[in-house]
């Protein structure tokens, strides 16, 4: 299990990516498609069409972090996009925790710790 401090910015992409891409792939979505500058300190969640694996973009002060996650079996709970013009969702650093260990957030009413204000 991954954890993360409370104070920890953390945007998913809504909208799926080609997760063949690398740190300057995922960086260019950043500030592209996203809207935010990679070296802010927040992670980036990727995930692919099937949403069996994640990539997380971070940038740690010297430089940037990529982390993967494939799933063996299921895939991840992951956000429908109901906006059309929304291509980010804020996260809370214990939902993140959640969504890699494979809770399922749709299953009932998101609680407000579950998304943030952005």
């Known amino acids: 299990?991954?954890?993360?401090?409370?104070?920890?910015?953390?945007?998913?992409?809504?909208?799926?990516?080609?997760?063949?891409?690398?740190?300057?792939?995922?960086?260019?979505?950043?500030?592209?498609?996203?809207?935010?500058?990679?070296?802010?300190?927040?992670l980036f969640v990727f995930s692919n069409k099937r949403h069996t694996r994640l990539r997380i973009l971070c940038w740690d002060g010297t430089g940037f972090w990529l982390?993967?996650?494939?799933?063996?079996?299921?895939?991840?709970?992951?956000?429908?996009?109901?906006?059309?013009q929304r291509t980010k969702l804020r996260l809370t650093p214990q939902a993140?925790?959640?969504?890699t260990d494979g809770v399922d957030l749709r299953g009932g009413t998101l609680r407000p710790w579950f998304e943030r204000d952005e």
Do not use: Y
Request: some cysteine.
């Open 1 to 42: 299990m991954l954890s993360f401090s409370g104070s920890l910015k953390v945007f998913i992409a809504i909208e799926p990516c080609d997760l063949r891409k690398g740190f300057d792939g995922l960086h260019a979505l950043v500030t592209q498609r996203l809207g935010e500058d990679p070296r802010g300190g927040a």
């Open 96 to 99: 993140l925790s959640m969504l």
């Open 67 to 84: 982390l993967t996650k494939r799933l063996e079996k299921g895939t991840f709970s992951w956000p429908e996009n109901v906006d059309p």
